[in-house]
């Protein structure tokens, strides 16, 4: 081609080029429902939806990289009150079409989510690697992933989540062949079907990797006419778990590892973290499983460099529960990266003897800051 001619051609082009940029949809202002809402929006779009209770189930994502929000995510009214409830009919969010990290659910509340014959009763990620971020899930029920399932392949980023009542093998989260991490969440109240070979009613992973930080794993139960195993961490079929500055707090299961069950061929290793409360066997290891804790506050006792046996003081204070109480031994007495937020403002006692060193449980370390969003 003539270069006189070349030059106009793209010349052309760039003028008729026309910019693209992410539109806010609004739910309900622009579309009634969410499901509409997603089924208009594009790439870099995000749906933005208000307060109310939206009956909708089974949301397909159909592969976008889209946002879909409440209005105010670091509100807890503002969450609380922005529900999607699936009123038994199904599930919440089905990601299956490769939905990657630029996919976020974010500051939403799913309740009544109910999957009879799969997994994931709220939200399914298969082949997925979605952001879920500061939601809540209360009430939903599945074979496996009561509150969410992630397999296949899915490396989901699960982040300051709440999972409340839900029911299932994992009654909050349930993996296969995935590698997730959850960071800064509440486990609490989950619990299992009432049949056997249902475990982990806090997270159950199989085959998977999974990072879990800065989490609290409270009065989750398995239990049930028959023995089942993992009140708050179920490990199975080498599968490769951290665990890090977590609290694990007065957790059940009826077969044993009312705290941690490690599988066969599962690695597990367990540091800064505090686990009180339990009753039964706390902690169950199968042949062939491996568990490694250190720097840990642990009820009864556990080899491992760092590790103690005193109760670890707990307080409430401004909406958080399970805090360390001024004069706590597990104050300062964790390993690794400072503490990202020192407590002070908690108060001057507690000033006078915290320092930056990490403390033990879910508000030490570096990532404590999680828990200021």
Not at 10 to 23: D, K
Not at 143 to 167: E, F, K, T
Not at 174 to 199: E, L, M, P, Y
Not at 332 to 349: E, K, L, N, R
């Amino acid at each position: 081609m003539n270069k006189r001619y070349l030059v106009v051609a793209l010349a052309l082009t760039a003028l008729c080029a026309v910019p693209t940029f992410a539109s806010t949809i609004l739910v309900p202002d622009d579309f009634s429902t969410i499901g509409e809402a997603i089924g208009a929006a594009v790439d870099g779009d995000e749906v933005v939806v208000s307060p109310g209770i939206y009956n909708e189930h089974d949301l397909d994502l159909q592969g976008k990289a889209i946002i879909i929000r409440s209005t105010a995510p670091g509100d807890d009214a503002t969450v609380n009150g922005t529900i999607i409830d699936a009123q038994g009919l199904g599930r919440h969010f089905h990601l299956y079409n490769g939905e990657g990290p630029s996919t976020r659910i974010v500051g939403l509340t799913l309740r009544n989510g109910f999957i009879d014959t799969d997994m994931g009763g709220a939200i399914c990620c298969d082949g997925a690697s979605p952001v879920i971020d500061r939601c809540v899930f209360e009430s939903n029920d599945a074979p496996a992933g009561g509150g969410i399932a992630c397999i296949n392949g899915s490396q989901a980023y699960i982040i300051g989540c709440v999972l409340d009542g839900n029911i299932g093998t994992g009654a909050g989260v349930h993996t296969t062949d995935a590698d997730i991490t959850v960071q800064n969440c509440i486990f609490k109240h989950g619990r299992v079907h009432s049949d056997s070979g249902n475990d982990g009613a806090g997270i159950h992973i199989v085959s998977s990797t999974a990072t879990i930080a800065n989490s609290i794993f409270a009065f989750n139960r398995a239990e049930a006419p028959y023995s089942n195993w993992g009140g708050a961490i179920d490990s199975r079929a080498g599968s490769i778990v951290r665990v890090d500055h977590c609290t694990l707090y007065n957790n059940y299961a009826d077969n044993g590892g009312s705290a941690l069950n490690v599988g066969s061929s599962s690695v597990v290793t367990v540091q800064n973290s505090i686990i009180w409360g339990h009753s039964g066997n706390v902690i169950n290891i199968d042949a062939g499983g491996t568990l490694a804790i250190t720097y840990t506050d642990i009820q009864g006792g556990y080899a491992g460099e760092g590790n103690i046996d005193v109760s670890p003081n707990f307080t409430s204070a401004m909406g958080l529960h399970l805090l360390l109480a001024p004069g706590s031994p597990c104050i300062d007495a964790g390993t690794g990266p400072v503490d990202g937020w020192d407590w002070c403002w908690f108060s001057h006692a507690y000033c006078q003897q915290n320092t930056p060193a990490p403390d033990m449980g879910a508000y030490g370390g570096t990532e404590n800051l999680g828990w200021m969003r």
